[in-house]
């Protein structure tokens, strides 16, 4: 336990909340959110939470003009007894301080966002949606605030945590995506920020995500950036590839996001026995095991998009179909299991669900 008291101020009016069954991805935000500031000579002080809305900055903020951020993302879920569970948070806050690191942010006391993290899903336990295959999305972030456009690292952050009710991130849920492998940009580069969840990783790749969209593609398979051979993720998730029993997942080679939903996928795939393998797998490898029949099936990982099945990858003028655009039986147990375990019906044998009371 941390020593810094969270003092709440609690929202004298609620707002209206969405339909359960009709949710988007990220459009709408609970009653609460968490703030904390950061000053050199206070260290992160003034730990709140208070009602939802606008923030105040100055317009020289360094944020607004060098993008020094990060950010991460957990979800809390209900169980059918109507309790509240978060899903490895510690994970995500041990990795927000390895972002920060990256980012030149000051390391924050990992006891207090936990604490504010589990604070604030508490008091804001209704906002919870409860249709199958939703959650509450739980979204920390620090950025720099002190009013200086010089080209330095900021002495002043705030870190807030705000919540949001969603549903499915692929309007196709459970059901097989199409998948555009990018050939020209790239998301990260060996040496650069690709493992921190910073801003700017993402705005870099709007305008690649838009280009594929219009050809009816729902995500971009990144190629390394070095030498635009290997496979690094799918959109903002990690990417898995069962090819002649085998499953196989880009190692964390520097330029790839650690994924809890990653780390939890190779865990319950060894629990069960079945070989994972960490390594580099190029595209012409995949290709050779599509034409061969090899590639039985194939599947991104993330928090927003939990498992989400491939049923095709286009890669230059080549369609690879993937397990008849159905979704695999390996995918959906493990897509069955890991829900299982967040929404309270499978056992929590690695114990990685915290309850909030
Ligand atoms: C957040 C993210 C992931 C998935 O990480 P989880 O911890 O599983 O949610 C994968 N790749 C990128 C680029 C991400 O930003």
């Known amino acids: 336990m941390s020593n810094q008291e969270i003092k709440v101020t609690l929202s004298t009016s609620k707002k209206e909340k969405p339909k359960s069954d009709q949710l988007p991805f990220g459009k709408y ?34 944020i607004l003009h060098y993008g020094q951020t990060i950010f991460e993302g957990m979800k809390a879920y209900v169980d059918k007894d109507g309790g509240a569970r978060i899903f490895r948070p510690e994970m995500n806050v041990k990795r927000l301080n390895r972002s920060n690191d990256r980012m030149c942010i000051p390391q924050v006391d990992e006891d207090i966002v936990l ?26 972030y620090v950025f720099a605030t002190e009013a200086n456009i010089n080209v330095v690292p900021s002495k002043e952050y705030k870190l807030m945590i705000i919540l949001s009710p969603v549903g499915a991130y692929f309007k196709e849920g459970l059901n097989p995506v199409k998948i555009a492998v990018e050939d020209k940009y790239v998301r990260a580069v060996p040496g650069g920020t690709g493992e921190a969840k910073t801003g700017g990783n993402y705005a870099g790749s709007f305008r690649v995500q838009e280009n594929v969209a219009k050809k009816g593609f729902s995500q971009v398979l990144w190629l390394d950036g070095a030498e635009h051979k290997y496979i690094e993720e799918v959109g903002a998730s990690n990417v898995f590839f069962k090819i002649s029993g085998e499953v196989v997942t880009p190692a964390l080679t520097g330029s790839i996001l650690h ?29 050779a095991a599509s034409l061969e029949g ?18 095709q990858l286009t890669w230059k003028d080549k369609d690879l179909v993937i397990n008849d655009n159905k979704i695999g039986e390996l995918t959906q147990k493990v897509y069955d299991t890991l829900t299982g375990i967040q929404y309270g019906t499978e056992e929590d044998v690695f114990n990685w669900v915290t309850e909030i009371k």
Do not use: C
């Open 29 to 62: 935000f609970s009653d609460h959110m968490f703030i904390m500031d950061y000053k050199p000579e206070l260290g992160w002080y003034d730990p709140r939470i208070v009602p939802y809305g606008p923030i105040e900055l100055d317009p020289a903020a360094s």
């Open 115 to 140: 604490e504010a993290v589990k604070k604030i899903v508490s008091i804001d336990q209704d906002w919870i949606p409860n249709a199958p295959g939703t959650a509450l999305y739980i979204r920390p």
């Open 259 to 287: 994924g809890v939903t990653r780390d939890s996928v190779i865990k319950l795939l060894k629990h069960w026995g079945v070989p994972v393998t960490e390594r580099r797998i190029s595209i012409e490898e995949l290709y």
């Open 294 to 311: 090899q590639l039985e099936e194939a599947f991104s990982s993330g928090t927003a998009a939990v498992i989400s099945p491939i049923g």
